[in-house]
């Protein structure tokens, strides 16, 4: 090959037939991912069509080019709430300036207990077996009602406020006139002088 057209040309084996992934098997996975309504997933597909995981996880990856997304949640908003949205974007784009958005004072609240924070889908323990994983803080326990405090906190183009931290009791409409705007008021003319927006959320007790 050499000799006669001055390079070599080698092409690489075929390897074995295929006796399980074949182009019927992906035709079915194709046929239940994109048209059949009720969805299952790549392990009961696997089960169902007596293949192994790997290989349905190879159909869908390298020979259908498909990817798994999880669903997203979204507000179910009505025809009226979408022009409501639509208006005011206008509105926004046309008087909210640079200036202005640097007058905001955004605030918001997040509940903290003794429980901590917990991710189930994140937070893995590897072990041989169950057994042993719970041994090795498998186990997230929680109390009905655990105890806990309600933080605020504010924040704007040039800086963040102090914390206002509520350790007892429910936060009513006095409580929030009391305690908390206070506060946001003071911090606020600190990081931005007396001319500025507040926001908050729609809490019956804020409104």
């Known amino acids: 090959m050499c000799r006669e057209f001055g390079e070599l040309s080698l092409k690489s084996p075929p390897g074995p037939k295929r006796t399980k992934r074949t182009k019927r098997l992906v035709q079915r996975v194709k046929q239940h991912l994109l048209r059949n309504k009720k969805k299952k997933s790549a392990r009961k597909l696997a089960k169902s ?3 192994s995981k790997t290989i349905i996880r190879r159909v869908i990856r390298d020979d259908l080019g498909l990817k ?3 669903k997203c949640v979204a507000p179910k908003l009505t025809d009226t709430q979408k022009q409501k949205r639509f208006s005011f974007e206008i ?17 918001d609240e997040k509940r903290f207990d003794i429980d901590g924070v917990y991710n189930r889908q994140n937070d893995r323990i590897y072990a041989p077996n169950r057994e042993q ?4 803080g498998g186990i997230h326990r929680k109390t009905k009602f655990p105890q806990g405090v309600m933080v605020w906190l504010r924040v704007c183009y040039d800086g963040v406020t102090r914390p206002v931290i509520i350790g007892n009791g429910t936060i009513n409409h006095q409580r929030y006139i009391d305690e908390i705007l206070p506060v946001a008021l003071e911090d606020g003319q600190k990081l931005m ?3 500025f927006t ?10």
């Open 193 to 195: 002088g007396n001319e």
């Open 68 to 70: 798994s997304y999880v």
């Open 133 to 136: 994983a719970d041994e090795n």
């Open 49 to 51: 069509l007596n293949v």
């Open 91 to 107: 509105w926004a784009r046309k008087n909210v300036r640079k200036s202005l958005a640097r007058k905001i004072l955004f605030s």
């Open 198 to 207: 507040f926001q908050q959320d729609g809490v019956p007790a804020h409104k």
